[in-house]
């Protein structure tokens, strides 16, 4: 065994891991298979849920009227549990969208699916947060009151430059 061998442990190699390299799969062929795989388990869904309704029919025939009826009521219950809290979160979340409405705002969201209600909500208060303020020139000597918004400043700045800025700079500090 060589000296550098025995101290060091394995000898250092400058190659890079061929198994890192072969782990990469072309997307195409991911997606070849992630196909495969909810198609199989979408397959298999439905052949359980055939076992099951066959398994009841046979349990049925046989007279085991009890152990189908026990099962069903089981299930009942859970699917009765779970309708109980998404009604719960229905209304919680309803409410917590109708407070950020105005009055008038919440006829408009009468009944509404919830999905519904939280669009109109997004869309109202983002239109709301998207208006900046206005900048308006008290009246003065001019005898009127000027307003510009911000898209007005912003085209006088493109088309005019900085003699935009110097015409309107009482409007602009809202002095005038």
């Known amino acids: 065994m060589d000296e550098t061998t025995a101290k060091q442990g394995a000898p250092v190699t400058d190659q890079r891991d061929t198994a890192a390299d072969s782990i990469m799969i072309p997307k195409a062929r991911f997606d070849e298979i992630n196909e495969r795989r909810k198609a199989a388990e979408a397959e298999l869904q439905s052949m359980l849920a055939e076992k099951k309704a066959q398994e009841d029919t046979e349990a049925a025939k046989r007279g085991e009227f009890d152990s189908v009826l026990g099962r069903l009521k089981q299930e009942l219950a859970t699917a009765t549990e779970k309708a109980g809290q998404w009604d719960v979160y229905q209304a919680d979340r309803r409410e917590a969208l109708l407070s950020?409405?105005?009055?008038?705002?919440?006829?408009?969201a009468d009944g509404l699916s919830l999905i519904k209600l939280e669009q109109l909500v997004s869309r109202l208060?983002?239109?709301?947060?998207?208006?900046?303020?206005?900048?308006?020139?008290?009246p003065g000597a001019s005898g009127g009151s000027i307003t510009l918004t911000p898209e007005q400043i912003r085209d006088g700045v493109?088309?005019?430059?900085?003699?935009?800025l110097k015409e309107n700079a009482a409007v602009l500090q809202g002095k005038t």
């Open 100 to 108: 950020k409405l105005t009055d008038d705002d919440k006829g408009l």
């Open 125 to 138: 208060t983002s239109e709301t947060q998207k208006q900046p303020g206005t900048v308006t020139a008290k």
């Open 158 to 164: 493109r088309q005019h430059g900085l003699k935009f």
